[in-house]
């Protein structure tokens, strides 16, 4: 069975940092495709960053490039998500998903699906921005 769990969300004035992490288990990490979403209150949900399986490649919402930087660790099963420079708008509840890849699926094609099957994500973390 699949599992995510999300944390290090938090309070942080605008400029500064946090970093997320998603701890997973109960299947081959490095086969999977991880993503980062997130939803804010009144807003739809929106992919924020993505892992391909082995690390290979990533993608970022215009948004968040040049601040957020996602990376994996195989030997702790984890992603995470650095964010820098944080502006009031990134203010939401942060969830990962994940979905197999091995390889055959572009990060677009990943993160539809992670996205369409937003009701099996957890708990997420919230991270608040104040200005």
């Known amino acids: 069975e699949v599992q995510l769990v999300e944390s290090g969300g938090g309070l942080v004035q605008a400029g500064g940092s946090l970093r997320l992490s998603c701890a997973a288990s109960g299947f081959t990490f490095e086969n999977y495709a991880i993503g980062w979403f997130r939803q804010a209150p009144g807003k739809e949900r929106e992919g924020v960053s993505c892992?391909?399986?082995?690390?290979?490649?990533?993608y970022y919402t215009d948004s968040v490039k040049g601040r957020f930087t996602i990376s994996s660790d195989n030997a702790k099963n984890t992603v995470y998500l650095q964010m820098n420079s944080l502006k009031p708008e990134d203010t939401a509840v942060y969830y990962c998903?994940?979905?197999?890849?091995?390889?055959?699926?572009?990060?677009?094609?990943?993160?539809?699906?992670?996205?369409?099957?937003?009701?099996?994500w957890g708990q997420g973390t919230q991270v608040t921005v104040s200005s």
């Open positions: 998903a994940a979905v197999y890849s091995a390889g055959r699926l572009s990060l677009a094609q990943a993160m539809g699906i992670m996205n369409a099957d937003f009701r099996s």
């Open positions: 892992i391909s399986s082995g690390a290979r490649s990533t």
